[in-house]
């Protein structure tokens, strides 16, 4: 060794990188690149290969996949770089097929054509797709056309995708599931759309839901399934009886072509329970029912799927009046109704709960007949009267005028207060009204009706003065209670003496009964008409126009001969 090659060689320059540099100098230009080879040892770790270079090259047996190696097979490879150990070039199997992937996809990529490709990691943001040897990468939002919550089912199987981007320098390839997906469904839109007829049933899968309904897509167009619609039976929500990804069944109701709405039912491919529901729900029949929906005006009672009738609020209780109908029913409740109307082309049916009890009042009346007496506590007090409690929850009413015979009602109720046990009389019960009238005073006679008792219209009584006023005397008729009235222009004949200063206050006086008014409790009396009769019968008696006798000879003769007669 000469002394400059010792020299060199004491600076660390061994022979292993003078032979690499030796050999780099022809077999440089080869990394990077694929290049065909052949197999010509295999170690437990590697292949050994000749790629025609200076130097053989090793690739990692794992790189071959499940496959077995053997000597002689002929391989693509690509030349990674020199070991320094050994002096072996590095080679990739893997990165060979990466290579050969890269070229074929360039290809379609600038073709615009789709590839094949298989889901097989999760990275952040998205998955990792096997391209046949190159890994792209697949964005979450466009694994499909909605979002997907389970991605499970998509890895490791075969599918097509769309290359969005590639940058080689970089290693970088992004792909689209959901473009393929797209473009696959503004196909089949437009076939459909260029199909689509009213009636026809097609199979769907259900995409959204919302308050008023589901929207279902039926293949690249979508249509929507109006809440009522969806079932004959009642549905407050859609999801009630949908999932969104279930498929489902469904007809075209309506199809408008210009703006391509769809209208969807599902009810439509079953019967409708409606048909023949006079027959199946005759009125007065009963049934049982399930309570579906209670609102402020009454509840909805299911009788069979898709046929329900609303118990009016005022169709739930015979008594319990004015209270919301949830107080009386639930929902889910099993109840028995009875059928009042039934509309089936407004598909109306009128039930009634109550019915299916018995009738208060007509059991009151039964027990309780007109002109029986009964017994209650005052419930409540009005201006018009009192409410006593009775006997099956229901009341009845005193009126004020049938409080008291002699006296104001306004007076009268006033000594009443809620909780008073009182006596009553039944006067009358309206079953159909659900009315009872009762009267306190009628536990007595009449003081009127026996007061005028033998007296008629027509006939002359005496009576004692008990009021002078500006518009006639009051009177006590016959020397009972019983009051009567004189009008002022009653008073006398003469209009002079139609004056009531002309009586005093326990005087006597003659009159004739002109009204007797049970309603008003009056009797009407007159002066004038028992003069004016007087008059008549004294003309017939004493004498007439015709015997040439003045009026004052008559009325003198007439009373000097009843004065005779009463001497």
């Given at each position: 060794?000469?002394?400059?090659?010792?020299?060199?060689?004491?600076?660390?320059?061994?022979?292993?990188?003078?032979?690499?540099?030796?050999?780099?100098?022809?077999?440089?230009?080869?990394?990077?690149?694929?290049?065909?080879?052949?197999?010509?040892?295999?170690?437990?770790?590697?292949?050994?290969?000749?790629?025609?270079?200076?130097?053989?090259?090793?690739?990692?047996?794992?790189?071959?996949?499940?496959?077995?190696?053997?000597?002689?097979?002929?391989?693509?490879?690509?030349?990674?770089?020199?070991?320094?150990?050994?002096?072996?070039?590095?080679?990739?199997?893997?990165?060979?097929?990466?290579?050969?992937?890269?070229?074929?996809?360039?290809?379609?990529?600038?073709?615009?054509?789709?590839?094949?490709?298989?889901?097989?990691?999760?990275?952040?943001?998205?998955?990792?797709?096997?391209?046949?040897?190159?890994?792209?990468?697949?964005?979450?939002?466009?694994?499909?056309?909605?979002?997907?919550?389970?991605?499970?089912?998509?890895?490791?199987?075969?599918?097509?995708?769309?290359?969005?981007?590639?940058?080689?320098?970089?290693?970088?390839?992004?792909?689209?599931?959901?473009?393929?997906?797209?473009?696959?469904?503004?196909?089949?839109?437009?076939?459909?759309?260029?199909?689509?007829?009213?009636?026809?049933?097609?199979?769907?899968?259900?995409?959204?839901?919302?308050?008023y309904g589901a929207f279902v897509d039926l293949g690249?167009?979508?249509?929507?399934?109006?809440?009522?619609?969806?079932?004959?039976?009642?549905?407050?929500?859609?999801?009630?009886?949908?999932?969104?990804?279930?498929?489902?069944?469904?007809?075209?109701?309506?199809?408008?072509?210009?703006?391509?709405?769809?209208?969807?039912?599902?009810?439509?491919?079953?019967?409708?329970?409606?048909?023949?529901?006079?027959?199946?729900?005759?009125?007065?029949?009963?049934?049982?029912?399930?309570?579906?929906?209670?609102?402020?005006?009454?509840?909805?009672?299911?009788?069979?799927?898709?046929?329900?009738?609303?118990?009016?609020?005022?169709?739930?209780?015979?008594?319990?009046?004015?209270?919301?109908?949830?107080?009386?029913?639930?929902?889910?409740?099993?109840?028995?109704?009875?059928?009042?109307?039934?509309?089936?082309?407004?598909?109306?049916?009128?039930?009634?709960?109550?019915?299916?009890?018995?009738?208060?009042?007509?059991?009151?009346?039964?027990?309780?007949?007109?002109?029986?007496?009964?017994?209650?506590?005052?419930?409540?007090?009005?201006?018009?009267?009192?409410?006593?409690?009775?006997?099956?929850?229901?009341?009845?009413?005193?009126?004020?005028?049938?409080?008291?015979?002699?006296?104001?009602?306004?007076?009268?109720?006033?000594?009443?207060?809620?909780?008073?046990?009182?006596?009553?009389?039944?006067?009358?019960?309206?079953?159909?009204?659900?009315?009872?009238?009762?009267?306190?005073?009628?536990?007595?006679?009449?003081?009127?009706?026996?007061?005028?008792?033998?007296?008629?219209?027509g006939e002359t009584v005496t009576c004692e003065i008990?009021?002078?006023?500006?518009?006639?005397?009051?009177?006590?008729?016959?020397?009972?209670?019983?009051?009567?009235?004189?009008?002022?222009?009653?008073?006398?004949?003469?209009?002079?003496?139609?004056?009531?200063?002309?009586?005093?206050?326990?005087?006597?006086?003659?009159?004739?009964?002109?009204?007797?008014?049970?309603?008003?409790?009056?009797?009407?009396?007159?002066?004038?008409?028992?003069?004016?009769?007087?008059?008549?019968?004294?003309?017939?008696?004493?004498?007439?126009a015709d015997s040439g006798a003045s009026l004052g000879?008559?009325?003198?003769?007439?009373?000097?001969?009843?004065?005779?007669?009463?001497?």
């Amino acid at each position: 060794m000469t002394t400059a090659e010792e020299a060199q060689f004491s600076t660390g320059e061994d022979f292993a990188t003078l032979l690499a540099e030796s050999l780099g100098s022809e077999d440089e230009g080869f990394i990077g690149r694929v290049m065909t080879g052949t197999v010509v040892k295999t170690t437990d770790d590697d292949a050994i290969v000749d790629v025609g270079l200076k130097s053989e090259g090793r690739v990692p047996l794992k790189e071959f996949g499940a496959g077995d190696v053997n000597i002689g097979d002929t391989v693509d490879v690509y030349v990674d770089r020199y070991e320094n150990k050994d002096g072996l070039i590095v080679l990739s199997r893997e990165k060979a097929r990466r290579e050969e992937a890269w070229v074929e996809l360039e290809k379609q990529f600038n073709e615009g054509k789709r590839v094949d490709g298989t889901i097989f990691g999760r990275v952040k943001g998205g998955f990792t797709v096997d391209l046949s040897g190159a890994v792209a990468f697949l964005p979450g939002s466009q694994v499909d056309i909605r979002p997907v919550r389970d991605v499970t089912p998509l890895m490791n199987n075969p599918q097509p995708f769309q290359i969005l981007k590639m940058d080689r320098s970089r290693g970088n390839i992004v792909v689209s599931r959901r473009a393929v997906l797209e473009e696959t469904r503004a196909e089949q839109r437009a076939e459909l759309i260029q199909n689509l007829q009213e009636g026809q049933v097609l199979d769907g899968v259900v995409k959204n839901i919302t308050d008023y309904g589901a929207f279902v897509d039926l293949g690249g167009v979508d249509g929507l399934l109006h809440v009522t619609d969806i079932a004959w039976k009642r549905i407050n929500h859609p999801s009630e009886a949908l999932q969104i990804g279930q498929t489902v069944k469904v007809q075209v109701i309506r199809f408008n072509s210009e703006t391509q709405r769809i209208s969807l039912g599902m009810k439509q491919l079953e019967a409708d329970p409606w048909e023949g529901v006079e027959a199946k729900y005759p009125v007065g029949s009963k049934f049982e029912g399930r309570v579906t929906n209670i609102t402020d005006y009454g509840a909805f009672v299911e009788l069979e799927a898709g046929v329900e009738g609303l118990v009016h609020v005022s169709e739930m209780s015979w008594t319990k009046k004015n209270i919301h109908p949830g107080k009386i029913v639930s929902t889910s409740q099993e109840v028995e109704v009875m059928v009042l109307d039934v509309d089936a082309q407004k598909r109306r049916i009128s039930l009634g709960l109550k019915q299916c009890t018995s009738n208060p009042w007509d059991a009151f009346l039964a027990a309780h007949p007109v002109e029986s007496e009964i017994e209650g506590e005052v419930k409540n007090i009005t201006e018009f009267g009192l409410f006593i409690g009775l006997l099956g929850g229901i009341d009845g009413m005193a009126h004020l005028s049938d409080l008291s015979w002699d006296r104001a009602g306004e007076e009268v109720i006033k000594e009443y207060k809620k909780g008073d046990i009182v006596k009553a009389k039944v006067l009358d019960v309206d079953v159909e009204k659900e009315r009872i009238s009762l009267g306190i005073k009628q536990l007595s006679g009449d003081p009127f009706k026996e007061a005028v008792t033998g007296i008629k219209r027509g006939e002359t009584v005496t009576c004692e003065i008990t009021e002078v006023n500006d518009g006639g005397i009051e009177v006590a008729v016959g020397g009972t209670d019983l009051k009567g009235f004189i009008r002022k222009a009653e008073l006398a004949r003469d209009r002079s003496d139609q004056r009531p200063e002309r009586f005093a206050v326990g005087e006597k006086v003659d009159a004739r009964v002109t009204t007797i008014d049970a309603k008003t409790r009056k009797v009407t009396l007159s002066v004038k008409a028992l003069e004016v009769a007087d008059e008549k019968k004294a003309m017939a008696d004493y004498g007439s126009a015709d015997s040439g006798a003045s009026l004052g000879d008559i009325l003198g003769e007439a009373l000097r001969k009843k004065q005779e007669g009463a001497e």
